[in-house]
């Protein structure tokens, strides 16, 4: 069965640094997204992307982060300047359809760790 | 914003018993789903509710949306070992984004 993979699972990373997540949505899927989850809390939407471009973004994604479909494959979150409260799992998902209606296929996470 | 909350945010079960989910958004839903997530995984689709009042269900899991489509309900029947994790409705929109509920906790004695 398809899919989501992200890469890596665990990044550690020194506060001010940037930092890239990757991951490789379904491929015939036509929507990726973006949550991030602090530990014990909910998931929280960060950005949905859909024909190149930024659909929709949530209060969280601000000027430090940036999403990326870089070639055909490859779906990426860069994180421009880390802080301490950007120590979350992150997750990638992505939807078939462009209707709103649609289940969303979640990648395993990053864990980042800020320090 | 939206807000989706859900109660209660953690239940310890006996293996057999059953166990109910409770989802209340702020305002009214184009749709609910649900997702289940493991201890230390991903979240999982379960189901989908589109319909106001509309009941669905799957082997041991009951899935309703309210007849005002502001709430939704998950319950599980005779709880097993396999069911332990956390469930999180999520509201559906227009531009795909979910918006999760703050998800219960299930935990279940053998």
């Known amino acids: 069965e398809p899919e989501v993979t992200q890469t890596p699972s665990h990044q550690v990373t020194q506060m001010g640094q940037e930092v890239i997540l990757r991951c490789v949505p379904i491929?015939?899927?036509?929507?990726f997204y973006w949550y991030r989850q602090i530990l014990g809390q909910k998931v929280e939407f960060l950005v949905s992307?859909?024909?190149?471009?930024?659909?929709?973004k949530s209060e969280i994604f601000d000027d430090q982060f940036s999403v990326e479909r870089p070639d055909g494959s490859n779906f990426t979150l860069k994180i421009r300047s880390t802080k301490l409260e950007d120590s979350a799992m992150y997750f990638c998902?992505?939807?078939?359809?462009?209707?709103?209606?649609?289940?969303?296929?979640f990648g395993p996470g990053t864990r980042l760790t800020v320090t | 914003g939206q807000q989706v909350m859900q109660i209660p945010q953690y239940q310890h079960v006996q293996e057999g018993e059953d166990f109910t989910t409770y989802c209340n958004s702020s305002?009214?839903?184009?749709?609910i789903q649900w997702y289940k997530q493991r201890p230390g995984g991903h979240p999982v689709f379960l189901i989908q509710?589109?319909?106001?009042?509309e009941v669905k269900k799957q082997k041991r899991l009951t899935f309703q949306f309210g007849e005002a489509k502001k709430n939704s309900s998950l319950h599980i029947t005779a709880t097993q070992t396999t069911d332990v994790g956390t469930y999180f409705c999520?509201?559906?929109?227009?531009?795909?984004?979910?918006?999760f509920g703050t998800g219960t906790l299930l935990a279940v004695q053998p």
């Open positions: 998902a992505s939807s078939e359809r462009t209707g709103f209606i649609d289940e969303q296929y």
């Open positions: 491929s015939n899927h036509l929507y």
């Open positions: 992307f859909y024909n190149n471009e930024i659909s929709e």
């Open positions: 305002t009214t839903l184009s749709n």
């Open positions: 509710l589109v319909k106001s009042g």
């Open positions: 999520a509201a559906g929109g227009a531009t795909n984004k979910l918006i």
